[in-house]
């Protein structure tokens, strides 16, 4: 089993940065994928971003060039540098892993999910 548990979410003005953080315990982290993915209100949860364990990331379109996913496998430790916030940014932001390196831009490739960390993006 392995335990994913989000930090940093909060509340921040349109152009802003949040760094979130979601500390792995329970399984190698060095060997899993990691994703990052977020539920806005009404919405369907979407993709944002996902790291394989040899380094290799990918996004979402509306957020490349704007956020960077990147892991600190001493720490069992993975991020998510959030930039340029805007309003339709809002949502529970959920960190996930996964065993595997393939169908990582999908929720139903991921075994492991932490509890999600609200980011609120004011205007």
């Known amino acids: 089993q392995v335990q994913l548990v989000e930090s940093g979410g909060g509340l921040v003005q349109a152009g802003g940065s949040l760094r979130l953080s979601c500390a792995a315990s329970?399984?190698?982290?060095?060997?899993?994928?990691m994703g990052w993915f977020r539920r806005a209100p009404g919405k369907e949860r979407e993709f944002v971003a996902a790291m394989r364990s040899g380094g290799t990331s990918f996004y979402e379109d509306s957020v490349k060039g704007r956020f960077t996913i990147s892991r600190d496998n001493a720490k069992n430790t993975v991020y998510l540098q959030m930039n340029s916030l805007k309003p339709e940014d809002t949502a529970v932001y959920y960190c996930a892993g996964s065993p595997y390196s393939y169908n990582l831009r999908n929720s139903n490739g991921y075994p492991y999910w932490g509890q999600g960390t609200q980011v609120t993006v004011s205007s």
């Open positions: 329970g399984r190698a982290f060095s060997s899993m994928s």
